[in-house]
């Protein structure tokens, strides 16, 4: 599951990191989109955002990977 065996050692913190990373990078992009930022697990990486923009409806096995989601910002209505 970890890139890196220092990553490895470091257990559960480490896990927690890459969980509040990908969660921050959702939310930063949902500022700039119109569509839903999903936090998915990842056998490499722990934890990924994906833009819902990217692939439109999500496939089965990615929705089953979900574990947050943040609504899109952009609006066009003022």
Same mark, same amino acid.
């Given at each position: ?5 220092? $990553?490895?050692? /470091?257990?559960?913190? /480490?896990?927690?990191?890459? !969980? ?10 949902? !500022?700039?989109?119109? !569509? ?11 934890? $990924? ?7 439109? /409806? ?8 979900? $574990? ?9 209505? !003022?």
């Amino acid at each position: 599951m970890y890139a890196s065996l220092n $990553i490895a050692a /470091a257990g559960p913190v /480490a896990d927690q990191a890459a !969980f509040v990373a990908a969660l921050d990078q959702a939310h930063a992009r949902s !500022f700039h989109s119109y !569509f839903t930022q999903y936090v998915l697990t990842d056998d490499e990486a722990g934890y $990924i955002a994906v833009d819902e923009g990217d692939y439109g /409806a999500l496939p089965k096995a990615m929705l089953d990977r979900v $574990i947050d989601t943040v609504p899109g910002r952009l609006s066009d209505e !003022f």
